[in-house]
């Protein structure tokens, strides 16, 4: 148990995020003191046991694209590579691939979008409407006119990958304390120490906000305006007899998005049922901390998109739904990467993925790593998702498909 009243680098939330930062801290200073304060070692509320667990290269933005191009293959090998005395993480990667389908008027931004991933090396495979239709024969074309296919992306479980981070950035050195955050101090220059609810204070050298949907909270403690909001989600799992070809990833210009979750099971009467997991976020959901569960939503907004869309779903059955909370970016739906460079040079933020922060843990945890430890970037430079864009005012979006 850490009993200092000193560390080197204080990290504000244990989830995917922090937990990302403390492992890369300890690959890449393995001296320093890395603390990281979490109140719920059970992660009841935490975005990321509610995650779907999809991870992709399918983005517009370069900076994006690259750091899927790193965490995608670090989840991938992560069984071994976060292994603690031989005993493997549990991370259950599974390369089903991602697929976008747009229709008409979406078919320039989908293109420029294939191009920019495929001068990133990403295997990215165009699909007209026949070749759609060709390769997945269940899908209702009236509507799409081209897809992208990525065979390299898939998904994985998030909370395998958490703990995985977890347990390998503890097993090198990193301390989790059982505690919140609920004070900062500081000087006009620099973060000086965090004060938790226990009442003890804890000296810092350099501290992260890596807390996700209570980001803004963090950062309000220090004066620094955040414009990362709690957007609820709800995620369903549902099933179906019907035979269907194997699936990607699917997502749709509309916000649908949906995966196989788990085998084909057999039943008694010699039929079979596939399972999936998806859900279709309202962007204009009301902000605020709720988990409340709408039990209507799948049959009145998500069924009639997914049975569109794919017909063998008009008899599926939902069987669960759960929410969870996307730290939505307002600015322009891009997480806010890097230290606050014009006020307190030592306070770092590492949120506001709006949706994409599982599969981009990795090369975030990577980046903040590099920046505290070497002062710049050295694997990918995301100069242009720090403050400096927020505090300016200006956007910097995605193009396409969210
Ligand atoms: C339904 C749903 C589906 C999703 N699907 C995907 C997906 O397919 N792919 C993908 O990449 N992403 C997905 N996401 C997004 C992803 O879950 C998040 O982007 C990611 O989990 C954020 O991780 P985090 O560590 O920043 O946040 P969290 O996991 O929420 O961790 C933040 C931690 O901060 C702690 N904390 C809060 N306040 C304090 C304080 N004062 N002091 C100390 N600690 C504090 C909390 O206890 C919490 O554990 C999905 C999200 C939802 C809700």
């Not at 992306?153 to 919140?180: E, F, M, S, T, V």
């Amino acid at each position: 148990m850490f009993t200092g009243t000193r560390c080197d680098i204080a990290i504000v939330g244990g989830g995917i995020v922090g937990s990302s930062v403390a492992y890369f801290l300890t690959r890449l200073a393995p001296a320093a003191d890395v603390v990281v304060i979490e109140p719920d070692r059970t992660y009841a509320l935490a975005s990321t046991l509610r995650a779907s667990g999809g991870a992709r290269r399918q983005f517009s933005c370069p900076e994006n694209i690259a750091m899927s191009n790193f965490s995608i293959p670090f989840i991938a090998d992560a069984d071994q590579a976060l292994a603690v005395d031989g005993e493997p993480a549990h991370v259950e990667w599974r390369r089903g691939g991602y697929l976008f389908i747009v229709g008409r008027a979406d078919v320039p931004v989908l293109r420029d979008n294939c191009d920019a991933q495929r001068a990133h090396g990403v295997d990215a495979v165009w699909l007209d409407g026949d070749a759609l239709r060709t390769r997945f024969p269940s899908m209702n074309p009236v509507g799409i006119a081209a897809g992208v296919l990525t065979p390299g992306d898939g998904w994985c479980d998030p909370n395998g990958l958490l703990q995985g981070l977890r347990r390998k950035a503890r097993a090198l050195g990193a301390h989790y304390i059982d505690d919140r955050v609920v004070g900062i101090d500081h000087d006009a220059f620099a973060i000086r120490s965090v004060r938790l609810t226990s009442g003890r204070q804890l000296q810092a050298g350099a501290l992260v906000n890596a807390a996700g949907a209570w980001a803004k909270e963090i950062a309000a403690m220090v004066d620094m305006p955040l414009p990362i909001e709690p957007l609820r989600r709800f995620e369903h799992y549902f099933e179906t007899p019907n035979a269907i070809e194997p699936l990607p990833y699917v997502k749709d210009a509309a916000r649908l998005a949906f995966r196989p979750e788990g085998g084909v099971a057999a039943r008694s009467d010699g039929s079979h049922i596939q399972g999936y997991s998806g859900g279709l976020v309202d962007s204009d959901e009301p902000r605020g901390y709720n988990f409340d569960v709408d039990h209507g939503y799948f049959e009145r907004v998500v069924w009639p998109a997914l049975a569109h869309r794919f017909p063998a779903f008009e008899t599926c059955r939902c069987k669960r739904t759960w929410s969870g909370l996307y730290e939505q970016n307002e600015l322009d739906g891009n997480p806010v990467i890097g230290n606050w460079e014009d006020r307190l040079a030592n306070f770092y933020v590492a949120a506001g993925f709006s949706g994409h922060g599982m599969m981009h843990a990795p090369a975030a945890g990577r980046a903040i790593a590099e920046r505290i430890v070497h002062g710049r970037y050295e694997s990918i430079d995301l100069t242009r998702l720090g403050y400096r864009r927020i505090a300016e005012h200006a956007p910097y979006p995605e193009r396409g498909i969210l």
